[in-house]
């Protein structure tokens, strides 16, 4: 079955430290791999995706992932947090000659103290 | 500016009540979306439609109903057979490329009193 596994539903850490948010997936076809921050009370934007090609990815707002075949993954990264990244973090992923619905994990919640 | 409306952004109902959530875009695309988010649950698929005038149903799609008779707008009807309405849910958008960026709208949160 194809799946997507945040595997911190929390992550507290202290302003300008570095971060990491997990993600794993399981799929027999290929993927295209999304992440997606929320602030409180709003809707989803997207952080940045891969789709092809090298697989470090850059996005908004400092942040980047890296898509490593071998381990499933796609773990998402910022070198220095801010306060203003505090929010909810959701992986998803769409499988290749599938349609076009993402299938979403179940989110990181970054709190991110002075 | 080009984008995903969602009205109300809160709505209380007596239990037993059908509700009608809205969700327009005129980001003139073809797909269309809507999610239900609980606490630590993420985002599960309602109803999603590729097209005007056809929809599929998602992974929850008991107690939910939808139209799709324009491609702007796609409005969601919580009816009474949903057993746990209270949630927040979202709407989104795509071209219907499974590349594309799903845009999302503001949010609409249900309370069933």
């Known amino acids: 079955a194809q799946s997507v596994t945040q595997l911190d539903s929390q992550v507290p850490v202290f302003e300008e430290a570095p971060v990491e948010l997990r993600c794993n997936y399981s799929?027999?076809?290929?993927?295209?791999l999304f992440w997606y921050v929320q602030y409180p009370n709003q809707g989803l934007q997207l952080l940045l995706k891969?789709?092809?090609?090298?697989?470090l990815v850059k996005g908004i707002n400092g942040f980047e992932a890296e898509f490593n075949k071998s381990q499933t993954s796609f773990h998402l990264r910022k070198p220095s947090v801010h306060i203003s990244d505090t929010a909810e973090y959701f992986c998803?992923?769409?499988?290749?000659?599938?349609?076009?619905?993402?299938?979403f994990g179940k989110g990181t919640k970054l709190t991110v103290n002075p | 500016d080009g984008g995903i409306t969602q009205s109300p952004k809160y709505l209380f109902r007596k239990e037993g009540q059908n509700v009608t959530l809205s969700c327009e875009q005129n980001?003139?695309?073809?797909?269309m979306y809507w999610y239900r988010q609980d606490p630590g649950q993420g985002l599960r698929l309602i109803y999603y439609?590729?097209?005007?005038?056809?929809?599929q149903k998602g992974d929850i799609a008991e107690g939910y109903s939808v139209s799709r008779e324009k491609k702007e707008s796609f409005p969601l009807t919580v009816t009474s057979a949903q057993k746990n309405p209270t949630a927040f849910y979202l709407c989104?958008?795509?071209?219907?490329?499974?590349?594309?960026?799903?845009?999302f709208g503001p949010g609409t949160r249900l309370t069933v009193l």
């Open positions: 989104a958008s795509t071209r219907g490329i499974n590349t594309d960026t799903q845009y």
């Open positions: 891969y789709l092809s090609g090298s697989t």
């Open positions: 998803a992923v769409s499988f290749a000659g599938g349609s076009e619905k993402l299938v």
């Open positions: 799929s027999s076809v290929s993927v295209y």
């Open positions: 980001l003139n695309h073809d797909a």
């Open positions: 439609s590729q097209i005007v005038n056809d929809f």
